[in-house]
C-alpha cells in the first residue's frame, strides 16, 4: 500500500524566513505533485515533479524530487503572509494504462506571521 | 466553464437519507475523479472515470457508495442511507486525458467540493 507522509504537520514561521516542507513516500511512484489549499477552498496545483532530481521554481516556493530517496522538498525562500495556506503533496503510480489515483499526504498547514 | 464546477457546496442530511452530489468537469476533460476529505486530513482517492466509465473504483468505502458519469461530461456520486462517517468535503477532479505511463501524466485540476454533514 502506498503511503504519504508529510512533515511538519503545522508550520508557523516568521516573515522573511526560510523553511523546508518535506515529503516521503513508501513505494516507487512515477509522479509527485505539490497543491496549496487556502482556508474553505479547493486545492491548486503548484508543481508537478516527473523525475529524479526534477527542480521546479515558482516565486518563493522551490520542490525538488529524489526519487531514490523517495522524498521531495518544498522549500520556501523569505516567507511571506500570502503564503499561509495548506501545502499538500501526492504520488501516484501509474499503470500502463489505467489512470491516476493520487495518494495525498496529510498536509502542512503553514502560517506565516508578520 | 472556466473550472470544474460542483454542487451542492453545502448539504446537510439526516443519518439514514440519502444523498447525490454532482460534478461538472472542465470542457474537453476525460478524465474524472472523486476524492473524499475528512476533516483536518489528506483526501481520499474514492474513484475515476474514463469517459463514462469507471475502471478502477477500489476506493469506494462501502456498497452505500456508487457514482456515474454521462455523457463524458456530468458525474454524480450517490451515498445511500447515510452515516455520520460520511461527514466530509468532497471533491471532484478532472484532467484532460487519463494518465498512464505511455500517455504521461496529466495535471488534475480540482472543484471547490461539497461539504456534506450528516446529522
Known amino acids: 500500500e502506498l503511503k504519504v507522509e508529510q512533515n511538519p504537520l503545522f508550520l508557523s514561521m516568521q516573515e522573511g524566513k526560510n523553511y523546508t516542507i518535506y515529503c516521503n513516500y513508501s513505494?516507487?511512484?512515477?509522479?509527485l505533485y505539490w497543491y496549496r489549499q487556502d482556508p474553505g477552498k479547493s486545492l491548486e496545483s503548484l508543481f508537478v515533479l516527473l523525475s529524479n532530481g526534477a527542480v521546479k521554481q515558482e516565486g518563493r516556493l522551490m520542490a525538488s524530487l529524489d526519487t531514490k530517496a523517495r522524498l521531495s522538498t518544498l522549500h520556501i525562500t523569505a516567507a511571506v503572509h500570502d503564503l499561509s495556506a495548506t501545502y499538500f503533496c501526492a504520488v501516484d503510480f501509474l499503470g500502463e494504462t489505467s489512470g491516476s489515483r493520487l495518494t495525498f499526504g496529510e498536509g502542512t498547514q503553514l502560517t506565516v506571521n508578520p | 466553464g472556466a473550472g470544474v464546477s460542483q454542487s451542492p457546496s453545502n448539504k446537510v442530511t439526516e443519518k439514514g437519507k440519502d444523498v447525490e452530489l454532482r460534478c461538472d468537469p472542465i470542457s474537453g476533460h476525460t478524465a474524472l475523479y472523486w476524492y473524499r476529505q475528512r476533516l483536518g486530513q489528506g483526501l481520499e482517492f474514492l474513484i475515476y472515470?474514463?469517459?463514462?466509465?469507471?475502471?478502477?473504483k477500489s476506493g469506494l468505502p462501502s456498497d452505500r457508495f456508487s457514482a456515474e458519469r454521462t455523457g463524458e461530461s456530468v458525474s454524480t456520486l450517490t451515498i445511500q442511507r447515510t452515516q455520520q462517517e460520511d461527514s466530509a468535503v468532497y471533491l471532484c477532479?478532472?484532467?484532460?486525458?487519463?494518465?498512464?505511463?505511455?500517455?504521461?501524466?496529466?495535471?488534475?485540476?480540482f472543484g471547490p467540493g461539497t461539504r456534506l454533514t450528516v446529522l
Open positions: 472515470f474514463q469517459g463514462n466509465s469507471a475502471p478502477d
Open positions: 513505494t516507487t511512484s512515477d509522479r
Open positions: 477532479a478532472s484532467s484532460l486525458r487519463v494518465a498512464s505511463r505511455r500517455t504521461g501524466t496529466d495535471t488534475q485540476y
